[in-house]
């Protein structure tokens, strides 16, 4: 086998690697950004929870200092409605967190 063969089989070896080493970066990197917005999207609703709560709070207090209320129930209709938004954040990053441990277990 001539020098310049071997060169050109060389040659055609490495762009082969680095084209397969390519196409797994890319996926790696692929992967690894869906993570991320999996993570950011998590992070929001955990705020958006937070809030929640301090709207639950705050309705507490307006309830129990501001309208001289006994006792507040999950019935009624303003703590009713801030507890169903936050069972559906809650449900939502229940979801998130199954999706991102599924995503980085593959």
Do not use: C
């Amino acid at each position: 086998m001539a020098f310049s063969d071997r060169m050109k089989e060389v040659f055609d070896q490495s762009v082969a690697a680095s084209k397969e080493l390519a196409a797994k970066a890319g996926a790696t990197a692929q992967k690894l950004g869906e993570q991320g917005v999996l993570m950011v999207e998590i992070r929001q609703l955990e705020a958006q929870a937070q809030k929640l709560v301090g709207r639950l709070g705050a309705e507490a207090y307006q309830a129990f200092a501001e309208r001289q209320e006994d006792t507040i129930s999950a019935g009624s209709a303003p703590i009713r409605t801030i507890l169903s938004e936050l069972a559906l954040v809650r449900e939502s990053i229940e979801r998130k967190e199954a999706e991102l441990k599924l995503k980085k277990g593959n």
